[in-house]
C-alpha cells in the first residue's frame, strides 16, 4: 500500500509556483521521498528526491519538513506542459524495493 | 536522464491472440526492470519483477502463465500477454535502474497501450 496522502486535485495558473503537498507520517528514517509525474498517456518521469535536505533540480524543490513527515514538492513557475498527475512516493533507497504508486495529484495548469 | 524504450506505442489485437511488448534500456544495462499495469483514472499497479537470467517475480494475483515475462540480455525484458482477452486491455508501462546513476531512481518507458476486440 501507498505511503503517502496527496489531494486528488490543484490547479494553478500559468506562471505562478505550484505547490503540491504529500503526507508521510509513517516516514521510516531510511526512506527517501521521491516525486513523479506522468503526463496523458506517458510513462512517469522522474522529477526529483530527497531524504531530510531540501532538494533543487532544474524541475523543482522539495521542501521536507524537519519531523519528515510532509514534503512539498515546488514548480516554481508553472506552464501548460506541467499539466500532469503527480505521484509522491516513499521508499527506502536501496535497489531491491520496488515503488509504490498511490492515486497522486492531478495538477491542472489553467491559462 | 537515462533511455529506456518501450516498443509498440499502442497495439490492437483480436482476442484469443498472444501480444508481445519490448523494453529496452539504452544506455545502461539493467539487471532488473519492472512491469506496471495502469487501468484508466487509476494508478500504476505492480505487476512483476523481472531479473535478468532469473526467473521473473509476480505480484500476487498476477498470473504467471498469461503474462510472460523474458528478460534474457542486460538491455531487453519482454512481456507477452497470452490469450489475451478484453479484460487484459489496459496501459503496460517497463522500467528500470541505471546502477550507474544512483541505484535509487527508476526510469520509465512510455507505455504500451492495448486494446483487445
Known amino acids: 500500500d501507498a505511503k503517502t496522502t496527496q489531494p486528488p486535485s490543484m490547479d494553478c495558473a500559468e506562471g505562478r509556483a505550484a505547490n503540491l503537498p504529500c503526507n508521510h507520517s509513517?516516514?521510516?528514517?531510511?526512506?527517501?521521498v521521491y516525486w513523479y509525474r506522468q503526463i496523458h498517456s506517458q510513462g512517469p518521469q522522474y522529477i526529483i528526491h530527497g531524504l531530510k535536505n531540501n532538494e533543487t533540480n532544474e524541475m523543482a524543490s522539495l521542501i521536507i519538513t524537519e519531523d519528515r513527515k510532509s514534503s512539498t514538492l515546488i514548480l516554481p513557475h508553472a506552464t501548460l506542459r506541467d499539466t500532469a498527475v503527480y505521484y509522491c512516493?516513499?521508499?527506502?533507497?536501496?535497489?531491491?524495493?520496488?515503488?509504490?504508486f498511490g492515486p497522486g495529484t492531478r495538477l491542472s495548469v489553467l491559462p | 536522464g537515462a533511455v529506456v524504450s518501450q516498443h509498440p506505442s499502442w497495439v490492437i489485437c483480436k482476442s484469443g491472440t498472444s501480444v508481445k511488448i519490448e523494453c529496452r534500456s539504452l544506455d545502461f544495462q539493467a539487471t532488473t526492470m519492472f512491469w506496471y499495469r495502469q487501468f484508466p483514472k487509476q494508478s500504476l499497479m505492480l505487476m512483476a519483477t523481472?531479473?535478468?537470467?532469473?526467473?521473473?517475480?509476480?505480484e500476487q494475483g498476477v498470473e504467471k502463465d498469461k503474462f510472460l515475462i523474458n528478460h534474457a540480455s542486460l538491455t531487453l525484458s519482454t512481456l507477452t500477454v497470452t490469450s489475451a482477452h478484453p479484460e487484459d486491455s489496459s496501459f503496460y508501462i517497463c522500467?528500470?535502474?541505471?546502477?550507474?546513476?544512483?541505484?535509487?531512481?527508476?526510469?520509465f518507458g512510455s507505455g504500451t497501450q492495448l486494446s483487445v476486440l
Open positions: 523481472s531479473n535478468e537470467g532469473s526467473k521473473a517475480t509476480y
Open positions: 512516493i516513499v521508499r527506502v533507497g536501496d535497489y531491491g524495493q520496488n515503488f509504490v
Open positions: 509513517t516516514i521510516s528514517g531510511n526512506e527517501y
Open positions: 522500467s528500470a535502474r541505471d546502477p550507474g546513476r544512483g541505484s535509487e531512481k527508476l526510469f
